[in-house]
């Protein structure tokens, strides 16, 4: 594929650095959840003091957080108004990766504290992870390997299909979007997509043609949703979406729990009318209730679009990087 990560990422820089009007005093950060150790190692070879503690509880968390001035979290600690508003001292809160839905931006607003995310340093491994579901899907390698490891050998079962000359929908074409078009577009697979903010004239750049949700059901025989999760896109796959789709539509969801209807989708497997799922994301993490995870036609994974060596160094440094060049007047950086 192109490089289009690194074309838009340098895009992205030229347009979305803007100047810090001012100076963030930047002692203390509490890292509480894990975080590659590069991240440590940037802010202190920066003078920065940093404690890494990824076992406090909620009560430990509001208790500790007014000695600090800086967070850094990845998804597990839920930074709400309550932890926000019992740091006197906070000025800023860092999410390594792309998602802040755990934290609570409004009453960080309303306090002004910052709140930066690093959008893009995962953005290459959560579209690959997208590709391997697409690609496991259409061959049935989930349940394949399961009866292989069930001592079974049961090649007629899992007759799959090919990728080559089949329609991939994309809903959401930005950063992860337009990489898993990309990507799929060199298994001949024909990509459309819906998004907003993007014109047709950007998706074309990556040969992707923009057509309206209502156009795009009936063509797709895939369907992957890269979207936050906001109530635009809160069910965006229902039982009345579903219906409007081709019998056996396989989808992807390695975007947020919920853009997908979960009991929507499940009545939609069980009735033939989705034919497979690729999921990364519940919502809710980890789920109680395994039913859909457990489902023949279901392949799962426990949220690792962004697990990999590569991405998890990537955040943690960029997030270290983008605190201390606030702490020393330099450009302010995030989406
Ligand atoms: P992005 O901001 O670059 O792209 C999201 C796109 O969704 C935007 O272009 C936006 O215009 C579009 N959008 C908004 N509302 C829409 C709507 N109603 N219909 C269609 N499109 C709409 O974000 P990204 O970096 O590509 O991330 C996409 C999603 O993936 C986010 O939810 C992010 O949190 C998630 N994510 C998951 C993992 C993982 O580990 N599974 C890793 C990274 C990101
Ligand atoms: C994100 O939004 O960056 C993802 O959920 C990945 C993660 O941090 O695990």
Redesign the pocket.
Known sequence: PKLGYLRSRFLWEQTNHTKASMVIKLEKVLISDEVDPKCVNILQNNGVEVVKNTKLSKEELLAEIPKYDGLIVRSATKVTADVINAGTNLRIIGRA???VDNIDTEAATRKGVIVMNT?GG??LS?AE?TCTLIIALTRNLGAASMSMKEGRWDRKKFMGSELYGKTLAI???????KEVALRMQSFGMTTIG?????SPAESAEFNTESLSLEEIWPRADFITV?????P??KHLLCDATFAKCKKGVKVVN???GGVIEEAALLRALESGQCGGAGL??FVEEPPKDYTLAKHPNVIATP????STIEAQTRVAEDIAQQFVDLAQGKSLFG?
């Open positions: 990766g792309t998602g959008p995962n953005t959560a992870h809903i959401g074409l930005g950063r992860i979007g819906f998004d907003p903010i993007v890269h979207t936050p999760l906001i635009q896109t390695c975007a947020r990364d994301v949220h690792l679009g962004a989406a």
